[in-house]
C-alpha cells in the first residue's frame, strides 16, 4: 500500500492545482449526468441533443474511412474497366483474324451489336470522368450511385 501512495505523490506545490482538477472533473462528470437525464425527459430518444452530437461526431469519424473506400472502389472500378477492355478487344481481334485465317466473313464492328454496346458504354464512362474532372467547382447534386463516388473523389483531392 505504501509502494501505491507514493506512485500518486505529488509536489506540494501541485496539490492544489491537482485537486481542483479533479473537483472539476467530478463537476463536469455531475453536469453531464443530469442533463442527460433532463434531456431523456424533455426530448425522444431520437432528438435528444446529446445523442444527436455522439451520432454527429461518430458520422464525422467515418466520412474519411468512406471516403478512402471510394476511392478504392473507384480505382477497382477502372481497373477492371481497363482489364475488360484490354481481354475483350484483344479475343475480338482474335476471333476475327481467325475468322479471316479460316475464311468466315469477319463481322464488322457496326454490325456487332454486343461490341458497339460494349464500346458505348467505355465511351459514355470516359465521357463522364472527363466531364468530372474538368468541373471541380460543380456543386449540383449527382443523382447516380457512380456520381456521388467520383464526385467526393474529385471534391476532396
Not at 455531475?30 to 425527459?41: I, R, T
Not at 484490354?86 to 457496326?110: C, E, F, K, Y
Request: proline letters at 3%.
Amino acid at each position: 500500500m505504501g509502494q501505491k501512495r507514493e506512485e500518486y505523490e505529488h509536489h506540494p506545490a501541485v496539490d492544489s492545482l491537482v485537486t481542483l482538477f479533479t473537483k472539476a472533473h467530478h463537476d463536469l462528470s455531475l453536469l453531464h449526468f443530469k442533463l442527460d437525464k433532463e434531456f431523456q425527459q424533455i426530448y425522444p430518444d431520437n432528438a435528444n441533443p446529446m445523442k444527436l452530437v455522439g451520432r454527429i461526431k461518430k458520422i464525422q469519424d467515418e466520412l474519411s474511412s468512406l471516403k478512402d473506400q471510394c476511392r478504392q472502389l473507384l480505382t477497382a472500378k477502372q481497373d477492371l474497366i481497363d482489364k475488360a477492355t484490354s481481354i475483350l478487344v484483344g479475343n475480338r481481334s482474335m476471333v476475327q483474324r481467325m475468322q479471316a485465317s479460316v475464311g468466315i466473313p469477319v463481322t464488322d464492328d457496326s454490325e456487332d451489336a454486343a461490341f458497339s454496346s460494349f464500346n458505348q458504354i467505355i465511351d459514355e464512362w470516359t465521357t463522364h470522368v472527363r466531364s468530372k474532372a474538368g468541373n471541380g467547382g460543380d456543386t449540383s447534386m449527382p443523382e447516380d450511385i457512380n456520381d456521388l463516388l467520383f464526385a467526393s473523389i474529385v471534391r476532396s483531392t
